[in-house]
């Protein structure tokens, strides 16, 4: 089925580990997203991509790399974790404004 | 810059139930808002959108007014049932060649309907 694939769905890290979180999309969307969803606070956009080779900071950006080398694949990266960063991942795809289409999400608890 | 707010939850109804749930925004220019749905574990599905003033959105029941003069884009359902139970996020974007297509969401409400 066509759509927008994370993994992984759940991971467990201590202080200080790295890892990376990865996007896949097979509808040839040009823009990709990573959100973070924290209780009361909505979704929040971290990095985004308007193209392949191309990435841009968004509203809570500082903790996280990304990186989107192919078109269909956007990865985030978490190079020293903190507790923090325990929330829940949401990638996105989307050809235009708003038609977006969401990944279900990876739930990231850092002790 | 952009901001959406939304109604607090949680919100507990019985079914068959009249639904509102508020949403305000600040933007500037003319956003798109859109109205989405995420079910206990899953990620956000769209409901419906509108991309002018006075655009009425409308999906599986569920029903929004883009109105300017207030800056508001409320759901409503008239009458909700049990598989409604979700977390519903208002939210915009705004319009522009640099906006890349970017939401602002809301913080989320939580509808828990009861049979």
């Known amino acids: 089925n066509a759509g927008v694939t994370q993994t992984p769905k759940f991971r467990v890290l201590k202080t200080g580990q790295s890892m990376t979180l990865l996007c896949a999309q097979d509808?040839?969307?040009?823009?990709m997203y990573w959100y973070r969803q924290d209780p009361g606070m909505g979704l929040r956009l971290i990095h985004y991509?308007?193209?392949?080779?191309?990435?841009a900071k968004g509203e809570v950006p500082d903790g996280y790399n990304v990186s989107r080398l192919k078109k269909q694949n956007f990865l985030l990266g978490l190079e020293s974790a903190a507790p923090s960063q325990t929330s829940v991942y949401f990638c996105?795809?989307?050809?235009?404004?708003?038609?977006?289409?969401f990944g279900s999400g990876t739930r990231l608890t850092v002790v | 810059g952009n901001s959406v707010t939304q109604m607090e939850g949680p919100v507990t109804l019985s079914e068959e139930a009249f639904l509102t749930i508020n949403c305000t925004y600040t933007?500037?220019?003319?956003?798109?808002l859109f109205w989405y749905v995420q079910y206990p574990g899953e990620g956000l599905q769209l409901l419906l959108k509108?991309?002018?003033?006075?655009d009425k959105g409308s999906n599986k029941g569920f029903e929004a007014t883009y109105r300017k003069e207030t800056t508001s884009f409320h759901l409503e359902k008239g009458s909700v049932q049990v598989s409604d139970s979700a977390v519903y996020f208002c939210?915009?974007?705004?319009?522009?060649?640099?906006?890349?297509?970017?939401?602002?969401f809301g913080q989320g409400t939580i509808l828990t309907v009861h049979p």
């Open positions: 996105a795809s989307s050809p235009d404004r708003g038609g977006y289409t």
């Open positions: 509808m040839n969307h040009e823009y």
């Open positions: 991509s308007v193209g392949e080779g191309t990435t």
């Open positions: 933007a500037t220019g003319y956003p798109s």
């Open positions: 509108a991309t002018k003033a006075d």
């Open positions: 939210a915009l974007s705004r319009a522009g060649g640099t906006s890349y297509g970017k939401l602002t």
